[in-house]
């Protein structure tokens, strides 16, 4: 069974640009996450996924962070204008359903360094 | 809200020895619970995790976990410690009461260094 895919796996971008990440979920996983960790830090939920809907984006700057899912399979995060704060890597996970004690499956991350 | 707490962000040990890793949640109501790893340049990957079955967890690679309620921790350990351990381990806590199912939320995370 294929696993969560995301590219690209590293991204150099200056301050005030844009930049997108992809990510590709496990077959058949209606939900979805988006995790920004930063150096030294645990992941932090960005956004949430069911299926095309946004269960969760309390925690996702709205002002320069987008994201979206259409057809509920593939997602991509965008960042516009990226700040040097947003230097992180930025994990996808997805699980089959929404219960509380699902476990969540990782891609491997797009490190992303602004200068 | 809903945290977790990992004591201690980096821990050493030789191989061999027993390895204890430490999280502690803040919840009146017991969450569920999680242990995941993270190898460098890589995603996370679950370890084990506490769903109210049974209070002591095994999970891959050796590793086992005990959910103890009167304490709020949920420690993990491993009896002999592998130089292949050597990674970063995230504590992680799903509120049952919260009104987003499937938020995990993380600790600061333990690096675990293993010596020969």
């Known amino acids: 069974e294929a696993g969560v895919a995301q590219s690209p796996r590293y991204k150099i971008i200056e301050k005030r640009q844009s930049v997108a990440f992809w990510c590709n979920p496990i077959?058949?996983?209606?939900?979805l996450y988006w995790y920004q960790q930063i150096l030294g830090q645990g992941p932090k939920l960005l956004i949430q996924?069911?299926?095309?809907?946004?269960?969760?984006d309390s925690q996702l700057p709205k002002d320069r962070f987008s994201a979206e899912r259409l057809k509920g399979v593939d997602s991509t995060l965008k960042i516009q204008p990226a700040k040097l704060e947003d230097s992180a890597v930025y994990l996808c996970?997805?699980?089959?359903?929404?219960?509380?004690?699902?476990?969540?499956?990782f891609g491997p991350g797009t490190r992303l360094l602004v200068l | 809200a809903q945290s977790v707490t990992q004591l201690g962000s980096h821990v050493s040990v030789s191989e061999g020895a027993l390895v204890l890793l430490r999280c502690n949640y803040s919840?009146?109501?017991?969450?569920?619970l999680f242990w995941y790893v993270q190898y460098p340049n890589q995603g996370l990957q679950l370890l084990l995790k506490?769903?109210?079955?049974?209070?002591l967890v095994k999970g891959i690679n050796g590793f086992e976990a005990e959910f103890k309620k009167s304490e709020t921790s949920f420690h993990l350990t491993k009896p002999s410690a592998h130089m292949s351990d050597a990674a970063e381990y995230f504590c992680?806590?799903?509120?049952?009461?919260?009104?987003?199912?499937?938020?995990?939320?993380f600790g600061q995370g333990t690096e675990l260094s293993v010596k020969p």
């Open positions: 992680a806590v799903s509120d049952p009461v919260s009104a987003v199912r499937g938020k995990l939320i």
């Open positions: 996924f069911q299926n095309n809907g946004v269960v969760d």
């Open positions: 506490y769903t109210s079955a049974a209070t």
């Open positions: 077959s058949g996983h209606a939900t």
């Open positions: 996970a997805s699980s089959p359903g929404l219960a509380y004690q699902e476990t969540q499956y």
């Open positions: 919840s009146s109501v017991p969450p569920y």
